[in-house]
Nanobody, 126 residues
Framework: QVQLVESGGGLVQAGGSLRLSCVVSVGTFSSLTMAWFRQAPGKEREFVAGISRSGGLTHYADSVKGRFTISRDNIDSTVHLQMNSLKPEDTAVYYC???????????????????WGQGTQVTVSS
């Protein structure tokens, strides 16, 4: 059983930064492709960023490129999302997701990921 627990959400002013973390309780963390999604009220869950098993390959949604950075620590079984230059439109519940299939550029649908955390709220005020 793969369990994911997110942390690091909160309230921040526009232009500020937050760092989200996701701890994964599984003995084979390095076998998992990891990703962050977000869901704003009344909207569908959308892909934010993904990272390959080794951490050598990353993908980002166009809306966050240059502002967000995904990283992972395969020793601590943790994935991070550093969010800079936050905008009010970044307000959403952010979810950590995992899957044993390898990362690919098209792996951006929630259906592509089998394991999910409970989510952490990020609110950006204007």
């Amino acid at each position: 059983q793969v369990q994911l627990v997110e942390s690091g959400g909160g309230l921040v002013q526009a232009g500020g930064s937050l760092r989200l973390s996701c701890v994964v309780s599984v003995g084979t963390f390095s076998s998992l492709t990891m990703a962050w999604f977000r869901q704003a009220p009344g909207k569908e869950r959308e892909f934010v960023a993904g990272i390959s098993r080794s951490g050598g390959l990353t993908h980002y949604a166009d809306s966050v490129k240059g502002r967000f950075t995904i990283s992972r620590d395969n020793i601590d079984s943790t994935v991070h999302l550093q969010m800079n230059s936050l905008k009010p439109e970044d307000t959403a519940v952010y979810y950590c997701a995992a899957d044993f299939a390898p990362l690919r550029a098209t792996k951006t649908s929630p259906r592509d990921y089998n394991f999910w955390g409970q989510g952490t709220q990020v609110t950006v005020s204007s």
